[in-house]
């Protein structure tokens, strides 16, 4: 139950993504709906839904902001979380893909593996603050960290 069953991007105001990372956005999600384990934490006392959930996802005011409901609509939980944690990850990750993505056109396979485990390193060290940022919040395992921290690159994109 304690599982994320669908997942809004709200990117209305972004420019359109590069054919790259439109892929990855589609493949978060993908990913994600096939396999994710989300739970919400009670706090102050408070009951929480036990899930499943739909999440919506967006940056507001400079702030990270998770919107979650029932599989039917109605509200279970929302919280919001600072960028800044976020912010150099994020530039990281956006500059080592794009080494990765000029590799793959010319460089042999023992220099891309050497920039992919980079990519992969940085990108674990995303999901890693994602799961500290949601500490007391949510429970996500470090599967579903990675591939909501990929979605929240995809809403910094041309931010």
């Given at each position: 139950m304690s599982r994320l069953v669908d997942i809004?991007?709200?990117d209305k105001a972004l420019p359109p993504p590069t054919p790259e990372i439109e892929q990855e956005r589609q493949v978060?999600?993908?990913d994600l709906l096939e396999n994710n384990s989300f739970a919400l934490i009670g706090r102050d006392g408070r009951e929480v839904h036990p899930g499943p959930y739909r999440m919506g996802l967006?940056?507001?005011?400079?702030r990270l902001v998770f919107d979650l409901s029932d599989e039917g609509g109605a509200p279970a939980g929302a919280f919001h979380l600072s960028l800044g944690p976020f912010r150099q990850v994020v530039k990281?990750?956006?500059?080592?893909c794009e080494s990765y993505f000029e590799a793959v056109k010319t460089l042999p396979p023992s220099q891309i593996e050497t920039i992919?485990?980079?990519?992969?390193g940085i990108h674990n060290e995303g999901a890693r603050i994602l799961q500290e940022r949601l500490e007391g919040k949510a429970k996500v395992d470090e599967d579903t960290a990675r591939r909501l921290f990929t979605l929240i690159c995809v809403l910094h994109f041309g931010g």
């Open positions: 809004a991007l709200d978060a999600i993908f967006a940056i507001r005011d400079q990281d990750y956006f500059q080592i992919d485990m980079a990519r992969r």
